[in-house]
């Protein structure tokens, strides 16, 4: 039988997985983030509304540059992020996965690199190898923290064309200090300039505000965000970015032309119209984020401090045994490769107590 190794692959493809977190049929799933309300039914029944008004022009290509609903995100950035944006300041894609291999086609590629503080989102590094642009692990912490020497270091020796800063940070949960995040701005533009890209993918859910307004005068700098966390919307693909509107137009050099389904952007404004339900949900996840947080720690477990809807708890010695046992328990949680450490997400309070049981039993297991 043919394998991929015997196909003229690129030689950095060679012998590597893709991204792969298992999509098992159990009763109580909190192993990607997702949010776990479905759309309320008045939300389905516009997006069935936009959706069937867009059949009738499918016959023709999308709006290209996805106008009306960069207006209508940027609104959203405006009136949440304390930062006022027009549409000239907002891309969007199919996720923000797209979002990021379009940044890092326009600024990584051969020749170039990209740095990342790890553990952290694992597509950033599988985006770069897929886009041909070299990868630098940068340093992190025992506590998961950056330590901003260390990664002035990294910047300084490695000159990366793009910098990688995940706030609040996938899988550990914690989020990366304003300050930091400005000192490693400016250790970038030091070093090359580089391109420095914020992921703020779970930014509805921390304590702290977005860094929206930290893009005044800073034009190397992007945030990406999505709605397939805090809109509940992971199935829709759409995620976007905020930046100078220079980033805007450099983007589209490789987008490809109507990259953005008539369908998605008439489903993403549905969406956006019923923001105000969606960020309910959020309240509710983040109070049970907080619980779950509280109740690991009591059962004894470490907990990371968590300003996402998940919480990566520890430690563990066998780390694939102990999400075995949780499994067994009728719960699928993540191990994301962190020795030691586990990632839940914040679902309903009902599934969340079936964890909660799981991991209550598998404490006693550890303990006997
Ligand atoms: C889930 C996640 C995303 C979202 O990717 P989409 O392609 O928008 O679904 C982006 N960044 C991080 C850190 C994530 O955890």
Known sequence: MTGIDDLPVRDELRGKSPYGAPQLDVPVRLNTNENPYPLPEPLVERIAERVREAARNLNRYPDRDAVQLRTELAKYLTKTGHYALGVENVWAANGSNEVIQQLLQ????????????????SMHALIARGTGTGWISGPRGEDFTIDLAAAERAIAEHKPDVVFITTPNNPTGNTVPPETVLALYEAAQAAKPSMVVVDEAYIEFSHGDSLLPLLDGRPNLVISRTMSKAFGAAGLRLGYLAADPAVVDAVQLVRLPYHLSAVTQATALAALEHTDTLLGYVEQLKTERDRLVTELRAIGYDVTESDANFVQFGRFTDTQAAWRRILDHGV?????????????????PEENDAFLDAVRELKKELDA
Request: net charge positive; proline share 9%.
């Open 106 to 121: 326009t600024f990584g590629g051969p020749g170039r690199t990209a740095i990342g503080f790890e553990p952290s989102y």
């Open 332 to 348: 699928l949680v993540r191990d994301n490769g962190v020795p030691g450490w586990l990632r839940v997400s914040a679902g309903t």
